[in-house]
């Protein structure tokens, strides 16, 4: 049995004294703390203070059933990436796990998945901050709450609050993680605190039962809200993070060690202070308030509620200074977040352009901090660009959700052919019974994908088409000496994968809306998410999908002789003995 084989004890960790520096020419001086922070720092941001009030008014108090599954979704890939991550530690590693099980064009695909997540949770977070600091009447010119948009104003904060971003990212990464470090315990600290306070003065069980009832009630209601709350809330967004410490693993001392435990610690954390954040939101909101609205849904025609949940709640419960502490939190919670993503996003293009797809430059770092100083720079203005005006917090969440979960899916299918082509390497975790987890975590992710509806996923491939032309103009002007060959048979699944959950989508029950386009005045508009699909059956016909492209793609898997081409400048622990 492979599993057996590989299970032995982990290796000795011998650390890089300073200034060693790993395969990659980074600084390995990054500690299980700033690991396990940094995931930490990523998954504690904007979603704490807005997914609990998106979330309840898709799905009613059900949304408690929507975190918990996203809980158990999200820890199944954690997972898959604990494993991956002890065995792969190298700078933007999400991007590259797929490269290696499967060669350039899968490893392409995937990759632009996860730097367009990355470059976009940082201006989001940006704008959550704004948004909520907008409250205030010395900034309520900067944040236009009607249309969801910055003002000329708030665009100028938001620039100089990326600017800072750029200069704390190229300081170098043993900086930012100890500035990430205090940070992400004010992030921790403080979501915990107005849990406990608010629960122990403003419990109101009644609200658990009003508006409608626990379940929102309609054929769009029930465990239909709750899916889709899961995908277009916030709760996947919120949970979104647990791998920053692999996109670090280029620059961890202890890397086989501290990675699967920074991964699996994070996402524990980050899942408990989300699922009592809900609960203690729902219990603390004014009874008045939902009798006002009559139903869960309506509570979006509260001005104050939606740009700032928790700071109204806690105004109108006479805790006037916990929603000052909650206004400050708004800035440092997200900021930290969006610093954090600004790393990982420069990592993850630093792991593009090392697996040749991208232009040689992304790899360039300065003399004496070793960051990837042109990849910084290039995802902060590609940062400033998601800044113009685009729709609010709430309606971007969908896009990047679906791109990060599109990013998630890419590691189960790595793992599952890893295990085959190199089954002898030294795993410092091991994922139990993989043979089951790993399939069913792709079908988990690809459920997400679908709950987000026909209107996201038409949107994402929009960005996936410009990701791939992108990649051809770099490989035509020979902008990477490291261009690789196109592994087309390795990845002749790639996409039937794409079309298929496409095609799923369109005809599901997610998600209504589409794309308009036209021609020569014509406009056009591809119309999705209908319900052809009833439902609970579309929901087997995702996972049938899923396991056969699984499967397809673990069969048409690299060659062993091929993975060990594009792992042969990986810090690799030692092949068990077999």
Not at 134 to 143: G, I, P, V
Not at 284 to 302: C, E, F, Q, R, S
Not at 473 to 492: E, F, G, K, M, T
Not at 534 to 553: C, E, M, Q, R
Request: hydrophobic share 55%; charged share 10%; with cysteine.
């Amino acid at each position: 049995m492979v599993e057996t084989a590989v299970r032995a004890q982990a290796p000795t960790q011998q650390r890089l004294t300073e200034p060693g520096l790993g395969a990659e020419g980074l600084k390995r001086d990054v500690g299980l703390l700033g690991l396990l922070w940094s995931s930490e720092g990523s998954i504690i941001g904007s979603g704490w203070l807005f997914a609990g009030f998106v979330a309840v008014t898709i799905a009613g108090p059900a949304a408690l059933i929507a975190w918990a599954i996203a809980a158990v979704i999200v820890v199944l890939l954690a997972l898959v990436h604990a494993e991956l991550g002890g065995l792969f530690p190298v700078t933007g590693g999400t991007s590259r796990f797929p490269h290696y099980a499967f060669g350039s064009l899968a490893g392409g695909t995937f990759g632009w998945f996860a730097y367009l997540q990355a470059a976009a949770i940082t201006p989001i977070e940006v704008l959550a901050a704004i948004q909520y600091i907008s409250t205030t009447s010395w900034a309520a010119s900067w944040y236009d709450s009607k249309t969801g948009t910055l003002s000329g104003v708030g665009i100028a904060v938001a620039i100089v609050l990326m600017v800072v971003f750029t200069v704390i990212n190229l300081v170098g990464i043993r900086y930012l993680a100890q500035a990430n470090n205090w940070i992400t315990s004010w992030k921790v600290v403080i979501p915990v605190f107005t849990v406990l306070l608010l629960l122990a003065t403003h419990f109101h069980s009644s609200n658990f039962t009003a508006g409608g009832g626990f379940f929102v009630p309609g054929p769009e209601g029930g465990m239909h809200a709750v899916f889709e709350a899961i995908a277009t809330a916030g709760i996947v967004f919120g949970l979104l993070g647990f791998e920053q410490a692999v996109q670090l693993g280029g620059e961890s001392a202890y890397p086989q060690r501290d990675l699967p435990r920074a991964v699996i610690g994070s996402i524990l954390i980050g899942a408990a202070i989300y699922i009592a954040a809900q609960f203690a939101f729902i219990a603390a909101l004014n009874p008045a308030v939902i009798a006002h609205y009559g139903t869960w849904a309506n509570l979006t025609k509260d001005s104050a509620l939606s740009a700032a949940p928790f700071y109204t709640v806690a105004k109108v419960a006479g805790l006037a200074w916990l929603a000052w502490i909650l206004r400050l939190d708004a800035v440092i919670s997200p900021a930290g977040t969006g610093l954090i993503y600004l790393t990982a996003a420069s990592r993850l293009s630093f792991g593009l352009s090392k697996n040749g797809y991208i232009p040689r430059q992304f790899e360039s770092k300065t003399r004496r901090t070793k960051v990837p100083a042109f990849a910084v720079v290039v995802s902060s203005i590609i940062g400033l660009l998601f800044l113009l005006p685009f729709p609010s917090w709430s309606k971007l969440v969908g896009v990047v959700t679906d791109a990060s979960v599109m990013m998630y899916a890419g590691a189960p299918l790595a793992l599952g052919a890893l295990r085959k082509s190199k089954p002898f390497l030294q795993r410092s975790y091991l994922l139990p019974q993989s043979a089951v987890l790993a399939p069913l975590s792709f079908v988990c992710a690809n459920l997400i994908v679908y709950w987000a509806g026909w209107q996201v996923y038409s949107t994402l491939m929009v960005a996936m088409i410009i990701g791939y032309v992108l990649m051809i103009v770099s490989a035509r002007l020979h902008l990477n000496p490291h261009q690789p060959n196109i592994d087309w048979d390795s990845a002749i699944w790639i996409f039937p994968y794409l079309i298929g959950l496409g095609l799923i989508s369109y005809f599901g029950g997610f998600g209504h809306g589409g794309i308009i386009g036209g021609v020569r005045g014509v406009q056009t508009v591809l119309v999705g998410g209908n319900g052809d699909l009833p439902f609970w059956w579309d929901l087997g016909v995702v996972a049938v999908f899923s396991l056969v492209i699984y499967y397809l793609a673990r069969w048409k898997r690299l060659p062993a002789a091929r993975v060990d081409e594009y792992i042969s400048d990986v810090d690799l622990p030692p092949v068990a003995a077999h």
